[in-house]
């Protein structure tokens, strides 16, 4: 199982970007996704989940609105679309994965990780 993700980079407040996690060695339909981020000095946040579990989905409050995640199972891809971002949303942004069907993404539950894409909100 590998997991790619990709997207990130410098956006000025109220700018979009989407990032993408590519996935390899699995069917993603399969499995729970998840998209962490982590900011200097802070622990690893869940900003956004979808299950395997009848495509349930969960977005942290702060990002309520903003985001969405979605899945392309032809293309074995997760999205991220980030609308409207503040400096707060600033971080290294992580995909994750995990065959159960979990609903909260709690960084100690998944299994499988990709590497992170730095997003920076900053004029």
């Known amino acids: 199982v590998q997991l790619q993700a990709s997207g990130g980079g410098l956006v000025q407040p109220g700018g979009s970007l989407r990032l993408s996690c590519a996935a390899s060695?699995?069917?993603?339909?399969?499995?729970?996704l998840a998209w962490f981020r982590q900011a200097p000095g802070k622990e690893r946040e869940g900003v956004s989940l979808i299950s395997n579990k009848d495509s349930i989905t969960y977005y942290t409050d702060s990002v309520k609105g903003r985001f969405t995640t979605s899945r392309d199972n032809a293309k074995n891809t997760v999205y991220l679309q980030m609308n409207s971002l503040k400096p707060e949303d600033t971080a290294v942004y992580y995909c994750a994965a995990d065959p159960r069907p979990l609903t909260y993404p709690s960084a100690s539950t998944f299994t499988f990780w990709g590497q992170g894409t730095q997003v920076t909100v900053s004029s």
């Open positions: 060695g699995f069917t993603p339909g399969f499995f729970t």
